[in-house]
């Protein structure tokens, strides 16, 4: 993230091996949070988003949290 401030950090979560459940996506990016980052989710476990979408999602995101087990 360089020598951004917190405030302009930009998390993406991907939920896929939780199947985007809000708990999950709590837990993972809670001290993300609380330090002042921005959290975006992207929903995908149970349908493939469409491309352009997924390009969207990625674009300015300076973290990127794929929660854990399986994420084919």
Do not use: M, W
Request: hydrophobic share 30%; proline share 4%.
């Amino acid at each position: 993230t360089g020598k951004k401030k917190k405030s302009d950090i930009n998390v993406l979560y991907i939920g896929t091996a939780t199947y985007d459940l809000d708990g999950p996506r709590h837990n993972q990016t809670i001290r993300f949070k609380e330090a002042g980052c921005k959290i975006h989710s992207l929903d995908c476990a149970l349908a493939k988003p469409p491309k352009k979408k997924l390009e969207a999602a990625l674009r300015n995101k300076d973290v990127i949290i794929i929660s854990g087990g399986t994420s084919l």
